[in-house]
Each structure stands twice: as structure tokens, then as C-alpha cells.
Nanobody, 124 residues
Framework: QVQLVESGGGSVQAGGSLRLSCAAS????????MGWFRQAPGKEREGVAS???????AYADSVKGSFTISRYNANNTHYLQLNSLTPEDTAMYYC??????????????????WGQGTQVTVSS
């Protein structure tokens, strides 16, 4: 049984930074793509960033230059560094893992495994 556990969320002021972590346990395809999604109140879940098995990345336009995704295959962990945060980044952030592709994907239909989410709140 695959489990994904996020950590690192919290409350920060605008301009601040956070680092989210996602630890995967159980059988998981070590070179499958991994991603981060977010959902703000009243909005649909959106893809934020993804990293493929060989390290290629993809980002939503809204976070390019501010967020950085990385992974450490040896322990099935991936990270999302959030810099220059704004109140518009306030959302529940979810990590996800895929066994279906090694390419970076920011569409949710590629992912079969999801974490429970970690809240990020940015105040102005």
C-alpha cells in the first residue's frame, strides 16, 4: 500500500518562503513522475509542479521562477521550495505520485497516489 505524507506547510507573510516535503512509503515506482497540486477555497485543484524520473521539471505559469521542485529517489521523497509567496498562493497543497509515466506532468489524471495535504497560508 502506497502512502504519501506531506509536511512543511504553515503560515508566512508575503515575500516569505516555505519548503514542502512529501515522503512516499510502500511500493512505488521510483522513477515515476511526482508532482504538487494545490486547491484554494472555492477553486478547482490545479497542478503546480512536476518532476520526472530523470529530473526534468514542469511548472504552472503562475509559479515559474518562484517555486522549485526536486526529488531524492533513494528515499522516494520529493520537495517543493516556495519562494516569494503571495496571498494568492494560499491553498491546501497536495503531493502526488504516478506509476504511469516517467515524464513530468501537471495534470492530475496522470496520478494515482495522493497525500492528505498540507496547508499553506500567506498573509499580506
Amino acid at each position: 500500500q502506497v502512502q504519501l505524507v506531506e509536511s512543511g506547510g504553515g503560515s508566512v507573510q508575503a515575500g516569505g518562503s516555505l519548503r514542502l516535503s512529501c515522503a512516499a512509503s510502500g511500493y512505488i515506482y521510483s522513477y515515476g513522475c511526482m508532482g504538487w497540486f494545490r486547491q484554494a477555497p472555492g477553486k478547482e485543484r490545479e497542478g503546480v509542479a512536476s518532476i520526472g524520473g530523470d529530473g526534468d521539471t514542469a511548472y504552472a505559469d503562475s509559479v515559474k521562477g518562484s517555486f522549485t521542485i526536486s526529488r531524492y529517489n533513494a528515499n522516494n521523497t520529493h520537495y517543493l521550495q516556495l519562494n516569494s509567496l503571495t496571498p494568492e498562493d494560499t491553498a491546501m497543497y497536495y503531493c502526488a505520485a504516478s506509476a504511469d509515466t516517467t515524464m513530468p506532468r501537471i495534470r492530475s489524471n496522470w496520478y494515482g497516489y495522493w497525500g492528505q495535504g498540507t496547508q499553506v497560508t500567506v498573509s499580506s
